[in-house]
């Protein structure tokens, strides 16, 4: 049985109950003592461990005792050639962790003549220059401004090199198809959550190998690639801590909260983040505030709920095909419609295909509340051909929508509906995508509407998002007693894309269609600029 005091220590805490931890975590202390520290094959390199957290509390900040814990097994060998035991690291953990922190004050220890291996280089990797830099530009300022460390440093704006041991630090970017010139000692990959595949690892895992004890880095925060070079370490990392590879050599140290019910327990969030393990510090206090300022925040701005669970949580939310609202929020639109007569309204149309569907509405704002008054109309043969699920015809019948038997949906009808409704409120604008206007523009210019135009409608999605999801959450839309358009609200899901922002697609292709859901968009994207909020007064609120 090997010892090292900062692992007993972390355990300590563990067992005494003074710290927190999920059941990774707990995965991975079982996993250690069964089949780790009972062997015999290997030992803890003390004076380099000392020598680390010595480098780190002088230069840089007091280390944690979860960052203690993970330095120990950086610099655990074999007895018998004293190479490397753990080759591979993975520090997935939630925003605000201090992981690029760490890893600064470990690559500029891995260069220096305290680490003591020549031309131990090391490469930072990043999806976008600079996140790649922020580790280099913090070993930067620090042999800049700590006396004494431009002795034994010369950095660069490009490179930081150790003069004792001539090792070089160097950032790179993920997309570069080639690496360039280093024999690297270690490698980091920040920002893992980002990669789709293997490819960035492979490029530049293959200059490793050739400097001894060559060590590897992955660390980041979850984010919304699914099925990526994230999920499958994860999965790698799962079997270790359940026996299933006890001769991988990652070390697996993920936090995250253990189910989704914890985000409502402050207590919990040092699941995620060990900086709030107590006693926190004066940075981990001020973190806290923060994270509880954001979550406090989630009640009038549901829509950042993904990103504080994803990001805070470090917890993904698995599917990432979201309903745009509950059923209870959108069965919450049917209200009776106010008097709109003589009120300002921006008109919203959208018109993608003239061989299926097309929508057309006026959106008003009303106390804080929009509301959404909508027509459509649908080919004959359309719904000849494909067999919809929905009572199409009813809802004809209830003047919801115009069923024509024409060959296209003639652009006549959307003209004519927008001249009428016209006659009854003041409709300022009309909001269109370009990819279908050129059929209506000019009928509707002649009519004298002024039209503004969505050259990409997927690139308003994700700046709609927030505000959609709010007023469906807040109960601040109307959509009057319409089953139709209460059908396209529901044929919408919600995408998140790899960077986390959004975008409003059809859950079905051809049966689902989302035409007044879309046009309903269209008019949200002005509503802000174009109306004015208009609020109900009573005669007694008149001082005569």
Request: proline share 3%; glycine share 4%; aromatic share 12%.
């Amino acid at each position: 049985m090997i010892h090292n005091k900062h692992v007993d220590e972390y355990i300590r805490l563990f067992e005494s109950g003074q710290i927190v931890l999920n059941k990774e975590r707990i995965m991975l202390l079982e996993h250690l003592q069964k089949r780790v520290l009972s062997r015999d094959d290997i030992y803890f390199d003390e004076e380099l461990i000392e020598n680390f957290i010595a480098f780190a509390e002088k230069y840089y900040f007091p280390l944690g005792s979860f960052q203690k814990f993970i330095a120990a097994f950086v610099f655990l060998f074999y007895k018998e050639d004293d190479a490397v035991f753990y080759d591979q690291f993975l520090l997935l953990m939630a925003r605000g962790a201090g992981k690029n922190g760490f890893i600064s004050v470990l690559i500029h220890f891995l260069i220096s003549p305290l680490h003591g291996i020549e031309k131990y280089n090391v490469s930072i990797v990043a999806n976008t220059e600079k996140q790649a830099k922020m580790s280099f530009v913090e070993v930067y300022d620090t042999i800049e401004s700590k006396e004494g460390l431009s002795d034994y440093f010369y950095p660069t704006k490009k490179e930081i090199k150790s003069l004792d041991t001539n090792s070089i630090i160097q950032y790179h970017t993920s997309n570069a198809s080639s690496k360039d010139g280093l024999r690297d000692g270690a490698v980091i990959y920040d920002e893992i959550h980002r990669y789709e595949t293997a490819e960035t690892v492979n490029v530049f895992s293959s200059g490793l190998g050739k400097v001894r004890n060559a060590r590897e880095f992955f660390i980041g925060t979850d984010g919304f690639v699914r099925e990526g070079f994230l999920d499958k370490t994860k999965e790698r990392a799962m079997s270790i801590l359940k026996g299933e590879e006890p001769n991988d050599t990652l070390f697996p140290f993920i936090c995250r909260i253990d189910d989704i019910k914890e985000i409502d327990d402050e207590e919990m969030w040092e699941k995620a983040n060990p900086m709030f393990s107590k006693p926190m510090s004066l940075y981990g206090k001020g973190l806290f505030k923060k994270v509880q300022a954001q979550y406090r925040q989630l009640k009038s701005n549901p829509s950042g709920r993904e990103e504080f669970v994803t990001k805070r949580m470090n917890l993904p939310e698995i599917d990432l095909a979201k309903d745009v609202a509950s059923r209870e929020e959108i069965l919450a639109t049917n209200r009776s419609m106010p008097d709109l007569r003589n009120k300002t309204c921006v008109a919203g149309l959208d018109f993608a295909s003239i061989k299926d569907f097309a929508a057309v509405g006026l959106l008003f704002k009303i106390n804080n509340e929009y509301i959404w008054k909508t027509h459509s109309f649908a080919r004959q043969g359309f719904l000849d051909n494909v067999q919809m699920k929905a009572p199409i015809k009813d809802w004809a019948e209830q003047g919801l929508l115009t069923i024509v038997d024409e060959p296209v949906i003639d652009v006549k009808h959307i003209v004519q509906w927008f001249v009428e409704m016209r006659e009854l409120y003041g409709i300022t604008s009309i909001i269109a995508d370009t990819f279908r206007l050129d059929l209506v523009k000019t009928a509707l210019e002649k009519e004298g509407f002024h039209i503004l135009y969505i050259k990409n409608p997927k690139a308003i999605h994700s700046l709609l998002a927030p505000r959609i999801e709010t007023l469906f959450a807040n109960n601040q839309i109307i959509f009057g007693d319409n089953p139709l358009m209460r059908w396209y609200t529901n044929n919408v899901y919600v995408h998140i894309k790899p960077d986390g922002n959004k975008e409003y697609l059809k859950k079905d292709r051809f049966i689902r269609k989302t035409d007044g859901f879309q046009a309903f968009l269209h008019a949200m994207w002005q509503a802000d600029n174009l109306l004015e909020e208009e609020v109900e007064f009573f005669l007694a609120d008149i001082n005569f």
